[in-house]
């Protein structure tokens, strides 16, 4: 059975930074690829961020340079580092993950909050 | 880059039939897979339709998909309305560099 599990959520000042994590298990992190997708509080899913599995990422333009997404392989987990954290950051944060020769995401965590607040 | 178009809300009664679209606002609808997830409150998404019209496992057939390249969008049909598919609704696809969400849909059964 396939979990993803996020950490890391918390309240953080605006100009703040946090590190959230999504541990796998029944599942290959470095194997497939992995992304993070936000949802704000009463709106739609956002796609943040991927980490493919040959290593390389993409970004939505919304966090292009202040997000950084990244993988420890020998820990099977998935990162996301928030810098430069601005209100509209404030969501829930869901870690997926794709299945090979999926064109979608075939698993979901269950997602950590963040909230970006003086 | 492109956007994925759903209206925000769409109602039915239990027993009948509830047609969501979602359209693309460039390049062909056929030109990437479009695929489904059903959310519903305090729930992560799960998929209700992959690759434009499969049906994971475990997903009644009452759930359908298509294309429609004339339109430029894509459809997920509900069949059979039930109280339990009240959700949200909503349709992705992707590129070479993102993917991409619909806004979403709630499906109210009334």
């Known amino acids: 059975e396939v979990q993803l599990v996020e950490s890391g959520g918390g309240l953080i000042q605006p100009g703040g930074s946090r590190r959230l994590s999504c541990a796998a298990s029944?599942?290959?992190?470095?194997?497939?690829?992995m992304s993070w997708v936000r949802q704000a509080p009463g709106k739609g899913l956002e796609w943040v961020a991927a980490?493919?599995?040959?290593?390389?990422?993409n970004y939505a333009d919304s966090v292009k340079g202040r997000f950084t997404i990244s993988r420890d392989n020998s820990k099977n987990t998935l990162y996301l580092q928030l810098n430069s954290l601005r209100a509209e950051d404030t969501a829930l944060y869901y870690c997926?993950?794709?299945?090979?020769?999926?064109?979608?995401?075939?698993?979901w965590g269950q997602g950590a909050l963040v909230t970006v607040s003086s | 880059n492109f956007m994925l178009t759903q209206p925000h809300s769409v109602s039915e009664s239990p027993g009948k039939t509830v047609t969501i679209s979602c359209t693309r606002s460039?390049?062909?609808?056929?030109?990437?897979?479009v695929r489904w997830y059903q959310q519903r409150p305090g729930s992560s998404p799960t998929t209700v339709i992959y690759e434009d019209n499969q049906r994971p496992s475990g997903v009644p057939d009452r759930f359908s998909g298509s294309i429609d390249s004339s339109s430029n969008s894509a459809s997920l049909t509900i069949s059979g309305l039930k109280t339990e598919d009240e959700a949200d609704y909503y349709c992705?696809?992707?590129?070479?560099?993102?993917?991409?969400f619909g806004g979403g849909t709630k499906l109210t059964v009334l």
């Open positions: 460039s390049g062909s609808i056929a030109s990437n897979y």
């Open positions: 029944g599942f290959i992190v470095s194997g497939n690829h």
């Open positions: 980490i493919y599995s040959g290593g390389t990422g």
């Open positions: 997926a993950g794709e299945s090979p020769t999926s064109y979608g995401f075939d698993y």
């Open positions: 992705q696809s992707y590129d070479t560099s993102s993917q991409v």
